[in-house]
């Protein structure tokens, strides 16, 4: 048999850090200090830290770490591959706790590490191009599916005081892409801006007869509502809201079954994972090993301390 698990940049360190510096860094090393590219010499001996380079323009020393989610961090290359491989072929994601027990360290670098690569798989913009699924969803003859959940909410670990659930707005490309959002509130105001901004004007949107939906319809070339109070549940294969539903079933089940501690300040980054688990599925044709790059990739340009982190969060603290 061959385990995915024995390739080289999974188990050797200066493996793991070519592999990445082949992926972030295509046509040859990047200073990060001067933005020359392909003018460095990498360091070697017993002495130098690995992966080290020197920029043959500005003299000074970088790694391929510099200006990503890698920056800063103690936790080998090799490590933060395999830690990516597992979150990016588990479908429900990993626990916090299952992390600490596989890679050892602290549970606080355990649920950093789980943070940062959250950080890697988050579309950073509306207008990000590449494989993050940047550009607005949806088209001319494309449907979009909106719909919101609650997540959060339960007593379960927090002395009898119920935090108020929190809303996440999803949008579904049929056979597509799917862009979520943690949002203050369900209200027009709140999620009109978001739905005109990132889906196509041309876009047939989909969405259930929630009144707040009427006022953002009217935006697109077509709008239809299911009524899910009503016994046609679904009304024929065109008025579903079938795809964001499947798609809020896997999430919540990630979310209840998997993360226990999911507060309100780290929601977007737990969204963000399962849409990017989604949006590089294999129904695609990405696999576990391709998803994986394209995490990597993701690294890039993205810092996230853990200061930054740490304060963000609300309500629940970190398990530790
Ligand atoms: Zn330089």
Redesign the pocket.
Same mark, same amino acid.
């Given at each position: 048999m061959k385990s995915v698990l024995n390739q080289p940049e999974l188990c050797n360190e200066e493996a793991a850090i070519a592999y990445v510096e082949a992926r972030l860094w295509p046509d040859g090393a990047v =200073?990060p200090? =001067?933005?020359?590219i392909g003018e +460095?010499t990498k360091l070697k001996g017993k002495t130098t830290r690995p992966g080290l380079w020197k /920029?043959r +323009? /500005?003299r000074?020393p970088f790694t391929v770490r510099m200006g990503t989610v890698f920056e800063s961090s103690h936790v080998p290359m090799h490590i933060w591959i395999q830690a990516m491989y597992l979150m990016c072929a588990s479908k429900k994601g990993i626990a916090t706790r299952q992390l600490h027990r596989t890679f050892g360290g602290s549970l606080k670098t355990a649920w950093f590490l789980g943070h940062r690569i959250r950080e890697a798989m988050t579309v950073l913009k509306v207008d990000d191009s590449g494989p993050f699924g940047g550009g607005q969803l949806g088209g001319e003859n494309e449907v979009v599916e909106a719909d919101e959940t609650f997540v959060g909410g339960k007593a379960r670990n927090r002395k009898g005081k119920i935090p108020p659930k929190t809303p996440v707005l999803s949008l579904v490309e049929r056979d597509g892409r799917v862009r979520s959002f943690r949002v203050p509130d369900v209200t027009a105001q709140t999620l009109k801006p978001i739905i005109v901004s990132h889906v196509n004007k041309a876009t047939y949107l989909m969405t259930d007869d929630a009144p707040v939906y009427w006022a953002i319809g009217d935006q697109f070339s077509g709008h239809g509502t299911v009524n899910h109070s009503a016994e046609e549940y679904v009304r024929a294969a065109f008025w579903h809201t079938n795809t964001v539903e499947n798609f809020f079933s896997i999430f919540k089940r990630g979310i209840y079954g998997c993360y226990f501690h999911v507060s309100e300040g780290h929601l977007h980054r737990y969204a963000a994972e399962f849409d990017f688990r989604h949006n590089n599925r294999i129904g695609l044709g990405i696999d576990d090993q391709t998803r994986t790059d394209r995490a990597i990739l993701g690294a890039k340009g993205k810092r996230l301390t853990y200061e930054t982190t740490a304060l963000t969060r609300r309500e629940t603290p970190p398990p530790f």
């Open positions: =200073c200090h =001067c933005g020359v +460095a /920029c +323009a /500005c000074k």
